[in-house]
Structures are given as structure tokens and as C-alpha cells.
């Protein structure tokens, strides 16, 4: 399993590595897809297919970012406040 210690990652790293936000901070913490898929109650598959830009289901997302320990808004972008519809 992976290092606890090395869960608290820099968005910084993440940005810069050039990679899918979910695929840099999987491996940044030091988790391949079958740990991520234990760990989150995932397919193999459907971890990849993420990764891939296939899928962006935001129920799966949150699963993985509660896995990885990490804001799930850091895989689930919110659409800004002027973009959301209104409630009256």
C-alpha cells in the first residue's frame, strides 16, 4: 500500500507534470491502478477510462478523491457562480 506520509501532495507538482489531474496524483502518492481500485471500490477499467478522459462521472471522482485523500474539487470542476442556474 502506499506511504501515508506522501498523501499531501503541491498542486504545483500536479499542474506541472503535464498529466490527467487524477492520473498525477495517483502516482504521486505512490498508488497504481489496482491499489486505487481496491482502495476506492473501483474497476480497474473505470480508473483508466478516467485517466483517459472516457468518463467523468462525479460520483466515481469522489470516491477516487476520497481514496487519494485529496479535495475532490481538485477532480471535480465546479462551474463558476455565473454559470450556474438560479433557484427562485
Request: glycine share 6%; hydrophobic share 40%; net charge negative.
Amino acid at each position: 500500500m502506499p506511504n501515508t506520509a506522501r498523501n499531501a501532495v503541491s498542486n504545483d507538482i500536479i499542474a506541472a507534470s503535464g498529466l490527467n489531474p487524477l492520473k498525477a496524483a495517483r502516482e504521486t502518492r505512490g498508488y497504481t491502478i489496482e491499489e486505487l481500485s481496491l482502495t476506492c471500490g473501483l474497476a480497474m477499467g473505470e480508473i483508466v477510462d478516467i485517466e483517459d478522459g472516457k468518463d467523468a462521472d462525479p460520483a466515481k471522482l469522489r470516491r477516487i478523491a476520497s481514496a487519494l485523500q485529496m479535495p475532490e474539487e481538485e477532480l471535480i470542476k465546479v462551474p463558476a457562480a455565473e454559470n450556474r442556474p438560479t433557484h427562485q
